[in-house]
């Protein structure tokens, strides 16, 4: 590490002064940092996120290490459940020679349907395993309802990322289509068809999947709590959607006695049910078998693994290799048992001044919103108040769980790897059931200790930061204040604008649905809204490709408060501790250096595709430069001005909070 690094925790000579802060300051930051840091093989995109995702699948594999080398450990314990879970996968000479076999007592129920109530029966028994074939079950909170667990049925079961991809014929799709045609056709083979009955089966096999999706609600009207909130009694839904019986499923499932049931897409439910009665059996029989090897080649033998990886890895993301074995037993095993190996992350990983400066941080992050709330100009006092007392009660949860879940009663082998999946599956699956009928748990979190990410709960009215994100480069107890309020302190800002944004700011302080708006404060905050959308549909990703305003609504609205609420939060910052230049730079241009340097990433173009049809977050480069073009602070900081690529008249920059 360089000195000047050293001394705030960024080297100047990684600016590229070939590119004007003014016009691109995204490249001006990273672009020499991009230019040396090539996409590996095994990526389909690589910036800070996934190289601290990596270092925490590196300090996972010490941990795992360490417990491999104990001589003795508890049956039945966290540390035997982890050991020979990882065992289990990391042993392909067993698995390779197991073959389809884990799955074969599933394959020959599925192929012995003769009904439609046999056709039910088996469907559930996948739900309960994890795959999510003609629609999913789960349990929730009720969004209306906050204080109570529901039942909620929603959409699934399509084999591609998007329902997009089966309906649009530009080239993109039309290249994804015809690659996932011949990636079923494969598997078919694999799963003991001969070329001819595969490329028969696929056929038929698409044709159910494409009426599937034309039925499915699009990813953007996903997000709008109110067009997925839909409340049905028992006899409601069998009216509604009479192909399937409910009652029986539900009986199936674990939930004989349901008061109500929420449907997320009910249009979606009904079709799927019709094509239950429908649609002949040998097809539904084909459609799950593929689906229930599809969703368990990860952890199969090598050809499955193989085969899954052409299409989901390649074809979709446009990574060149496989992961090492190593790293795809670990996420496994850590998607699988995440809290037994977080209690033993954050012990081994996540010292306490870590959560004491990022306490600070969040206070500051509070302190500052809480000013901006009460300066806006367009929000009348009856909202405003409304807004404060939801800022207020916005819970916070840094590092990890007050209480860990526990495992008990889980079997795992070290010598039957997809049978701990399922499981591990089916043992989650009866956790939430057990749900039902009981007080919300406002300490549960939805993430892992060791996952490097953060998210904002609506039902909870939570925001949450795990452990592994509070380390380089998002935040270090030794560097300059100003990267960490530009960085981490945006991630937090970003996370409470989420319970403001076009979704959250639907719930209220106690995480329920309901509107505390004044009519026209609505009116108004859609149409600045509506300005966000507009500005991001504008921006090109690649020829013939755009981003979806729409879609990253919420995410763009949650990237403006975030680096505005952040530069305030490092305001007050200041003024305890002074300003002070530092290699030529003012406090302010080194906060905007940190808040960049959070997105900084290359990706491969098939990535990037994909991902403007199914993710709400924009790319990198609009994440950054699409607030600062619209934040006053940043033009002071670097005097931007009209002509300037970055410049936008003042009537027309937005930054909604």
Not at 104 to 111: A, F, G, M, R
Not at 329 to 340: D, K, T
Request: hydrophobic share 35%; proline share 5%.
């Amino acid at each position: 590490m360089s000195k000047k690094k050293s001394t705030w925790g960024f080297d100047i000579k990684e600016l590229n002064h070939s590119v004007r802060p003014q016009d691109d300051f995204f490249h001006h930051v990273n672009k020499k940092w991009m230019d040396s840091n090539p996409i590996p093989k095994s990526e389909s995109h690589w910036g800070s996120f996934n190289i601290l995702r990596f270092e925490s699948e590196k300090q996972l594999k010490t941990l795992l290490d360490e417990i491999e080398s104990l001589k003795r450990v508890d049956a039945g314990s966290p540390k035997q459940l982890i050991r020979d879970f990882y065992r289990s996968g990391l042993n392909m000479e067993l698995r390779n020679s197991l073959g389809l076999s884990p799955l074969e007592s599933l394959i020959k129920k599925i192929q012995s349907i003769s009904s439609i109530e046999d056709l039910e029966i088996v469907i559930e028994k996948l739900h309960r395993i994890g795959v999510g074939v003609g629609w999913s079950a789960g349990i929730d909170q009720d969004a209306k309802n906050s204080e109570k667990y529901a039942m909620h049925l929603s959409q699934d079961g399509l084999g591609m990322p998007d329902r997009e991809y089966y309906l649009k014929n530009d080239p993109e799709s039309v290249r994804v289509r015809t690659a996932y045609e011949e990636h079923v056709e494969k598997l078919f083979v694999l799963m003991g068809r001969t070329r001819a009955e595969a490329a028969l089966e696929q056929k038929k096999f698409l044709s159910f999947e494409t009426k599937l999706a034309r039925a499915f609600m699009k990813k953007e009207d996903s997000r709008d709590p109110d067009k997925t909130y839909h409340k049905f009694t028992l006899a409601k839904l069998q009216k509604a959607a009479p192909g399937v019986n409910w009652n029986q499923y539900f009986t199936r499932v674990g939930a004989p006695t349901l008061p109500y049931i929420l449907v997320t897409q009910p249009n979606y439910i009904a079709k799927v049910a019709d094509q239950v009665q429908k649609t002949d059996l040998s097809v539904w029989k084909s459609y799950l078998e593929w689906h229930l090897v599809n969703d368990y080649s990860g952890v199969l033998s090598a050809p499955f693994i193989k085969q899954s990886f052409s299409f989901y890895g390649t074809v979709l993301s446009g990574t060149k290799t496989m992961r090492p074995l190593w790293r795809r037993v670990l996420g496994v095993v850590n998607g699988s048992l995440g809290e037994a190996l977080g209690q033993l992350y954050v012990a081994k990983y996540f010292p306490p001044e870590a959560k004491q400066k990022m306490e600070l941080i969040v206070n500051d992050l509070f302190t500052a919103y809480e000013a901006r709330l009460r300066s806006l100009t367009w929000m009348s006092p009856a909202t405003k108040k409304k807004a404060l007392i939801k800022l207020a009660a916005l819970n916070r949860k840094i590092g990890y769980p007050k209480k860990w879940k526990s495992y008990s009663g889980l079997k795992i082998s070290p010598e039957e790897y997809a049978m701990n999946v399922m499981r591990v599956n089916e043992f989650e699956h009866k956790r939430e059931l057990k749900k039902l009928g009981k007080p919300i748990n406002r300490e549960e979190w939805f993430m892992y200790p060791q996952t490097v990410n953060a998210y904002f709960a609506p039902n909870l009215n939570d925001i949450v930061f795990p452990a592994a994100i509070l380390q380089p480069p998002f935040f270090s107890l030794g560097a300059d204040d100003a990267l960490n309020y530009g960085c981490i302190g945006a991630v937090i800002g970003h996370e409470i604008t989420h319970g403001f944004d076009d979704e959250g700011s639907k719930f209220d302080s106690k995480g329920n649905l309901k509107s505390w708006w004044t009519a026209k404060d609505r009116k108004e905050f859609e149409r600045k809204a509506k300005k966000v959308e507009k500005q991001f549909n504008a921006y090109k990703v690649a020829d013939g490709v755009s981003v979806n305003g729409k879609l990253t609504l919420g995410e763009n609205i949650a990237d403006l408060g975030g680096v505005s609420i952040a530069y305030d939060a490092y305001q007050l910052q200041l003024e305890r501790t002074g300003r002070k230049e530092v290699d030529g730079l003012s406090p302010e241009q080194r906060f905007f250096i940190g808040f960049s340097l959070f997105e900084r990433e290359n990706a491969r173009p098939e990535f990037t595709k994909m991902q403007v049809l199914t993710d709400p977050h924009s790319p990198g480069i609009f994440r950054i430069n699409g607030p600062l073009s619209n934040f006053s602070a940043f033009y002071e900081a670097y005097g931007v001005k009209k002509g300037d690529a970055h410049y936008k008249a003042p009537k027309d920059r937005e930054m909604v909070w």
